[in-house]
């Protein structure tokens, strides 16, 4: 199973992702969660503290060349690039802009959009969740990093500028042919539920969770916590468990396309 995260810059794509990728592997699945934000910070996210500046970015920037893998199978993409992270979920970080001037990071893109595309033949059974960068490009270049995925979670808030991209995101996702599309709400009172609900019904989607605005978040995010480890009771994190009932269930049924 195969989910790609997106939405509006700051509306919890990360910490969703990794509150999501941690309690699918603590039900014994095996979780990859790839960091598609060439500003990254899953790692942090999901526990790693300052270990994640450690991980090493597919697009690699050292030397005078830019240089990214190409044709490597998902195994041996793991096997050079994989970081181990907390409850045993394997990093892969596409790029991380550290030189400045030096260039889009597409390449890194198509080998995720590979890696994502073999993930279900080679690694049968494993739970992909990608983080994404902020905006459209995940679906209009390099032939649409995510175009592979299963379901496409796309995250959002009560407030016109987020529906706007996630209506675009909803759009080009049909483009691409993603098979399944369906909304999160995050940070969202209980009297914005209609409105996201009506939203999500208006163009054929569901609205998978709700996730409450809650003071545990923030607290984890400034202590540098997965809000797993810092709030594991938190309404925050029941939320997001129910989230992952709802994906460990698809993950059962067989993919339609
Ligand atoms: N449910 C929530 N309640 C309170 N704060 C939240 C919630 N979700 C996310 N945040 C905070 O919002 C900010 C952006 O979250 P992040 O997951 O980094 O978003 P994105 O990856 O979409 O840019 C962070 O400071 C995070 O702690
Ligand atoms: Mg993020």
């Known amino acids: 199973m195969r989910i790609g995260i997106s939405g509006k810059g700051g509306v919890g794509k990360t910490t969703i992702a990794a509150v999501l990728s941690r309690t699918l592997a603590r039900r014994g699945h095996r979780v990859i969660a790839i960091d598609c934000d060439s500003d990254p910070n899953l790692g942090v996210g999901i526990g790693l503290g300052a270990q994640a ?17 190409v044709g490597l199978a998902p195994v041996e993409l793991l096997d050079g690039y994989g970081f181990p992270a907390p409850d045993g979920v394997t990093i892969l970080l596409g790029a991380r802009a550290e030189k400045a001037g030096s260039g889009c990071t597409g390449a890194a893109h198509v080998t995720i959009r590979e890696f994502i595309e073999f993930a279900e033949r080679d690694l049968s059974g494993t739970f992909v969740v990608a983080d994404m960068e902020a905006g459209l490009e995940h679906l209009s270049w390099a032939g649409g990093t995510l175009r592979h995925v299963d379901m496409l979670l796309v995250v959002l808030q009560p407030t016109s500028k987020v529906l706007l991209t996630a209506d675009r995101t ?12 369906a909304f999160i709400a995050n940070r969202a009172g209980e009297g914005d539920r209609e409105r996201l609900e009506s939203f999500a019904s208006e163009r054929g989607r569901e609205l998978l969770a709700y996730i409450p605005d809650d003071q545990a978040v923030l607290e984890a995010d400034r202590r540098s916590e997965c809000l797993l480890d810092w709030a594991p009771d938190s309404a925050a994190v029941r939320a997001m468990e129910s989230l992952a009932d709802v994906v460990e269930l698809r993950g059962r049924q067989p993919v339609t396309t």
């Open 53 to 69: 500046e450690l991980i090493r970015s597919v697009l690699d920037q050292s030397g005078p060349e830019r240089h990214v893998p």
């Open 170 to 181: 909803n759009r080009l996702a049909d483009e691409l042919g993603i098979a399944e599309v």
